[in-house]
């Protein structure tokens, strides 16, 4: 049984910084990919970020040049810096590996 639980989310004000963490039990994810999604009130989950087993990675336009996903295999953890934050990045966080979900991170933006 694969465990994800996501942390690092809270209330930052715009312009702020914010790293999500992933950790994943249950399973070595060095071989494997790991996405980012995200879903804010009243919207459907949408992708974020993935990074493969190799460490190449991918972004949403909307998050290019302001988010870095990153992982630590050693660790089975997974990585989301998060900078230049706006209050559009509301949302709650959910990292997603095969057919596993995590429990999701809050994330919300004050302007």
């Known amino acids: 049984q694969v465990q994800l639980v996501e942390s690092g989310g809270g209330l930052v004000q715009t312009g702020g910084s914010l790293r999500l963490s992933c950790a994943a039990s249950g399973r070595t994810l060095s071989n494997y990919n790991m996405i980012w999604y995200r879903q804010a009130p009243g919207k459907e989950r949408e992708f974020v970020a993935p990074?493969?087993?190799?460490?190449?990675?991918y972004y949403a336009d909307s998050v290019k040049g302001r988010f870095t996903i990153s992982r630590d295999n050693a660790k089975s953890t997974v990585y989301l810096q998060m900078n230049s934050l706006k209050p559009e990045v509301t949302a709650i966080y959910y990292c997603h590996h095969d057919q596993y979900w995590g429990q999701g991170t809050q994330v919300t933006v004050s302007s």
């Open positions: 990074i493969t087993s190799s460490g190449s990675t």
